[in-house]
Structure formats: structure tokens, C-alpha cells
């Protein structure tokens, strides 16, 4: 019963935070930017897709990532499945550590944790950087408008 009841709480809270994320009331200092937003979606999906082909083609040289800590012989849809499956706990930096690269898979491995971290701090300096240009153009306008009153006087 708890966890029913658990369960609904948090369909509820999440479908509340998702509905107000997507139709939230437009404030004077909106920095959300639904460009940018898809964009690092598809950055990321795009990232996630071609290391986890990088890894399913390393794999036909020899096996490259080792499930539970045993080298196994896998068929091609289940090493396509490991590489894709691999390749996200990768890319967003979770790390269960059930399935490990080894040999060149490790630097991959490495490289695509590296680009998952440094993506959003990227997306982040991007929205900041276009809010700054729109703040300083507003102030420009402003002055603007007050150096137009003092000399119109």
C-alpha cells in the first residue's frame, strides 16, 4: 500500500515539474531556450550513438567489453545492445561498472565520459553568454532612450 501510494506521488511531482517545465509563464528573465535544450538532446544522442557504433565495431576485432567481469562470446544484436547500453551509462557519467572496456575500449571509454561531463557546462556557458548579450543590448537600448530625452530637452 506504501508503495502504491509512493508511486502515485512521484507520477504526480513528476508530471507537475515536467508540465511546468514545458508551459511555464514567460517572466522578463526567461534564460530557457528551447533551441538550446533540443540541441543538447541531439548533441548527446548523437554522441551516445556514435561511441556505442565505435564500440560494436571495435568488438568484431575482439571482444571489448566484458560483462560481470567474464569475457564472453556475445551474438551481434546483443553486442549492438552492450555497445549502445555502454555507451550511455558512459556518456552521462553513471558507471555501474556491469559491463567493463578493456583495451582500446578504455580510452573510448575515457574520451566519451569526458565529453558527457564538459556538455552541459558547455550548453550552460551558452545560455549564460546569450542572456548577457541580451541584458547589455537592453541596457544599450535604454541609454539609448535616456540620452534621446536629455538631448530632445
Known sequence: MVAVVAIILIIVLLGGSLYSFFHHKSYQRSY???????????????????????????SFSGVILVEGGVLQEVGVLESLAHSM???????????YGDITPIGWGRLLALLEAMIGYLLPAAF?????LESKEKDDDERGEQEKEKKHEVDYL
Open 32 to 58: 530557457f531556450s528551447y533551441e538550446i535544450f533540443y540541441t543538447l538532446i541531439l548533441v548527446y544522442f548523437s554522441v551516445l550513438i556514435s561511441f556505442g557504433l565505435l564500440y560494436f565495431m571495435l
Open 85 to 95: 547500453y555502454f555507451s550511455g551509462v558512459t556518456l552521462m557519467t553513471v558507471g
Open 124 to 128: 550552460f556557458l551558452k545560455v549564460w
